[in-house]
């Protein structure tokens, strides 16, 4: 099954990639990372971000095949992503720390 296209805004691609939404902007800003922007917000492809992570693991473990692992962390979160783009940044931050979702 192929990850589909979807544009994260900056809360919803930290929690896809694991990381708090102040260093997802700040990665963004240095152009660490895949992104673009609309008006003063960020914006993120998730295919993009799912490509650089295999990307970068790939040159960190070339012996590793990470495919499968990644297609199978893409089916599992994209239904947990497509939810979590609806929320607000508290909310997201509620739902990490294991709140009612």
């Not at 994260?8 to 694991?18: E, I």
């Not at 902007?25 to 295919?47: N, T, Y």
């Not at 992570?53 to 992503?81: F, G, M, P, R, Y």
């Given at each position: 099954?192929?990850?589909?296209?979807?544009?994260?805004?900056?809360?919803?691609?930290?929690?896809?990639?694991?990381?708090?939404?102040?260093?997802?902007?700040?990665?963004?800003?240095?152009?660490?990372?895949?992104?673009?922007?609309?008006?003063?917000?960020?914006?993120?492809?998730?295919?993009?971000?799912?490509?650089?992570?295999?990307?970068?693991?790939?040159?960190?473990?070339?012996?590793?095949d990470c495919s499968v692992v990644?297609?199978?962390?893409?089916?599992?979160?994209?239904?947990?992503?497509?939810?979590?783009?609806?929320?607000?940044?508290?909310?997201?931050?509620?739902?990490?720390?294991?709140?009612?979702?």
């Amino acid at each position: 099954m192929k990850c589909r296209s979807t544009i994260l805004n900056a809360c919803s691609a930290a929690v896809f990639v694991g990381a708090h939404v102040g260093t997802v902007r700040r990665l963004a800003g240095r152009g660490e990372i895949p992104s673009f922007k609309v008006g003063r917000d960020w914006k993120f492809s998730k295919a993009s971000l799912v490509s650089r992570a295999e990307s970068q693991h790939l040159s960190n473990h070339s012996a590793i095949d990470c495919s499968v692992v990644v297609k199978t962390v893409c089916i599992a979160l994209s239904d947990a992503v497509t939810r979590l783009s609806k929320l607000t940044c508290v909310d997201v931050r509620e739902v990490v720390k294991g709140g009612e979702s």
